[in-house]
């Protein structure tokens, strides 16, 4: 008896729609999906019941012929491609030509289109057609999906409450509306007007009518070419941030995609200016030719691949760091920076790799760039009177006519980063008398072989011995006494970066000077208040910790006299 059989059609249609449907916010992407591609300016979104009992998706496009009502709802039927050569042209959302088969095949469709003449309506049950018949219906096409996963329970049953998956619907809803601030949106849920944008073209009014006042007053504008790729869109200023990623919305080719190297680049250009677990919010557009991006990734089109990444990093990460500097020097020119960036404003034809261990994911070496803030020089240090520390925590002082309140372990840990990034040699180690054994997962310890360099630059020599075990032998000298504390704490900063490179050991510097650097209630006399302060001043990205915290409050007299009311 065989035991390799034929699917019915059926089964085929339901396993091929739950790789494209894989909840209601999958429905409303791939419904406005299409109604961008129509060539809409105005979409309107409903949903209900999370968008599991009801979504409703409305446009003002060129609308469906009768002739091709039920043909749009065939597997593999679009009007968006003719050949094979057409998937590295792409130039509309959608193009696999499986969203409307795949949505009929576990929902009941109503469908309403009239592309300028008469109206026709079609509904579809569970991928069976019903009716297909003339009936009146405004320009464009509006599309009414019900009863999500009716016929497959199983599927319905993995769903999230309805408050959560309308939260991933308006998700969505927004994240679409900012890549085409040129179609008004307007999103409603249980009968009530969530947002609607006006499709007047600006996307900082776009912003504005999704996220309020408080929130778009704080967004940046960025805009630069870096070679063939063009990176436009607004960053949000260093104070508005998340603790997630959902403040980051990324758009290639006016799609809303998502690859780690995008979320990196923006992150990396806020080094030094964010606490640790913070995240920078942006929208940002990047503009490339269509063949140097695949997007024929996943069945949801979401993921992408880029053929030169390191070029997509240097080009998000330019233009934000541009833009950062700008707002914190504003008396500057855009020269110093330009110059600074000159030797790297041209990408390379393809990124570099480095061998890395089996099933351990190849990462490209992205050399850290400087394009720190300036700082002051000897001679352009003003006087500077100190007048204590407070709680032993705080050093209090006037420089150039202004009062200032430094963190002095904040301080001091700038200053340590930037003396240890400004050597040219290893950093000074210290051999342990009695070496430390340590036990380590299988992650950590690939973790560590794989950048065992780094740590040997950084002052750390280990040896590896028996399955899990790992010995200290040396350790830095900043970090005498937390020999495996210190390290743990480079680990798990290193666990988080998809890339390899030079970038690393700038963490584990960072780690270092916070180890190095004089702490929170330590006792200053007045020569080493004085030294700290003058090194300070001196030094670049002064006003920020390596790790993004301030390290001094300035207030004025006109600010001051405004506190005591005078």
Same mark, same amino acid.
């Given at each position: 008896m065989n035991k390799i059989k034929l699917l019915d059609k059926d089964l085929i249609d339901k396993i091929a729609a739950g790789e494209v449907v894989e909840r209601p916010t999958s429905v409303v992407k791939e419904l406005l999906e299409n109604g961008i591609?129509?060539?809409? #300016? !105005?979409?309107? =979104?409903?949903? !209900?019941?999370?968008?599991?009992?009801?979504? !409703?998706?409305?446009?003002?496009?060129?609308? =469906? *012929?009768?002739?091709?009502?039920?043909?749009?709802?065939?597997?593999?039927?679009?009007?968006?491609?003719?050949?094979?050569?057409?998937?590295?042209?792409?130039?509309?959302?959608?193009?696999?030509?499986?969203?409307?088969?795949?949505?009929?095949?576990?929902?009941?469709?109503?469908?309403?289109?009239?592309? $300028? $003449?008469?109206?026709?309506?079609?509904?579809?049950? $569970? $991928?069976?057609?019903?009716?297909?018949?003339?009936?009146?219906? @405004?320009?464009?096409?509006?599309?009414?999906?019900?009863?999500?996963?009716?016929?497959?329970? *199983?599927?319905?049953?993995?769903?999230?409450?309805?408050?959560?998956?309308?939260?991933?619907?308006?998700? #969505?809803?927004?994240?679409? *509306?900012?890549?085409?601030?040129?179609?008004?949106?307007?999103f409603r849920n249980e009968h009530r007007q969530v947002f609607m944008t006006s499709g007047n073209g600006e996307l900082r009014e776009v912003a504005l009518a999704i996220f309020g006042k408080d929130f778009s007053r704080r967004l940046l504008d960025i805009e630069l070419q870096y070679g063939d790729i063009t990176v436009t869109g607004l960053i949000g200023k260093p104070e508005l941030t998340r603790k997630n990623r959902r403040g980051q919305i990324f758009m290639v080719n006016r799609r809303v995609v998502k690859n780690p190297v995008l979320s990196v680049s923006l992150e990396e250009a806020y080094r030094g200016l964010l606490l640790g677990r913070e995240r920078p919010v942006g929208m940002i557009f990047l503009t490339m030719p269509p063949d140097r991006v695949d997007v024929n990734v996943h069945p949801q089109k979401t993921e992408v691949r880029f053929h030169d990444e390191k070029a997509?990093?240097?080009?998000?990460? #330019?233009?934000?760091?541009?833009?950062?500097?700008?707002?914190?020097?504003?008396?500057?020119?855009?020269?110093?920076? /330009?110059?600074?960036?000159?030797?790297?404003?041209? @990408?390379?034809?393809? @990124?570099?790799?480095? @061998?890395?261990?089996?099933?351990? /994911?190849?990462? +490209?070496?992205?050399?850290?760039?400087?394009?720190?803030?300036?700082?002051?020089?000897?001679?352009?240090?003003? +006087?500077?009177?100190?007048?204590?520390?407070?709680?032993?925590?705080?050093?209090?002082?006037? =420089?150039?006519?202004?009062?200032?309140? =430094?963190?002095?372990?904040a301080a001091h840990e700038r200053l340590v980063f930037n003396q240890l990034k400004a050597q040219s040699v290893k950093t000074v180690s210290q051999e342990l008398t009695v070496p430390v054994a340590i036990e380590l997962p299988p992650d950590l310890l690939l973790l560590v072989e794989s950048r065992q360099e780094f740590l040997k630059n950084l002052g750390y020599v280990m040896d590896r011995i028996g399955e899990k075990t790992m010995v200290i032998r040396s350790i830095p000298a900043l970090a005498a006494g937390g020999e495996v504390e210190t390290l743990m704490e480079i680990l798990d900063t290193w666990q988080s970066r998809p890339f390899a490179g030079e970038l690393d050991l700038d963490d584990g510097l960072k780690v270092l000077a916070c180890k190095g650097a004089v702490k929170a209630g330590q006792r200053l006399e007045s020569r080493e208040m004085m030294h700290l302060i003058r090194e300070w001043a001196r030094t670049e990205n002064r006003n920020f910790c390596p790790h993004g915290r301030p390290t001094c409050y300035t207030i004025d007299k006109a600010e001051m006299d405004r506190l005591m009311k005078r």
């Open positions: 591609d129509a060539g809409s #300016t !105005r979409l309107e =979104i409903e949903i !209900r019941g999370g968008g599991i009992d009801y979504i !409703r998706v409305s446009d003002n496009g060129i609308g =469906i *012929a009768e002739e091709d009502l039920l043909l749009a709802f065939a597997r593999h039927a679009t009007s968006k491609l003719e050949s094979e050569s057409d998937l590295w042209l792409l130039g509309s959302m959608g193009f696999r030509g499986e969203a409307l088969s795949s949505i009929a095949a576990v929902s009941r469709v109503e469908m309403y289109s009239n592309p $300028g $003449g008469e109206g026709h309506c079609i509904r579809v049950d $569970g $991928g069976e057609v019903i009716s297909c018949q003339a009936a009146p219906a @405004p320009p464009g096409t509006s599309v009414t999906v019900t009863d999500l996963f009716y016929n497959t329970p *199983a599927r319905r049953k993995f769903l999230k409450s309805t408050v959560t998956e309308g939260n991933q619907v308006y998700d #969505t809803v927004v994240r679409l *509306a900012l890549s085409h601030p040129e179609i008004s949106f307007s997509v990093f240097m080009a998000i990460k #330019t233009a934000v760091r541009e833009k950062l500097f700008q707002a914190t020097n504003p008396d500057l020119t855009r020269e110093p920076f /330009r110059t600074r960036v000159e030797s790297f404003q041209e @990408p390379s034809p393809s @990124p570099a790799y480095i @061998p890395q261990p089996v099933n351990y /994911r190849p990462q +490209p070496v992205l050399k850290e760039e400087t394009l720190d803030f300036m700082a002051m020089s000897e001679d352009d240090i003003p +006087p500077i009177n100190i007048y204590g520390q407070w709680k032993d925590s705080y050093l209090i002082c006037e =420089i150039d006519g202004l009062l200032n309140i =430094i963190d002095q372990h």
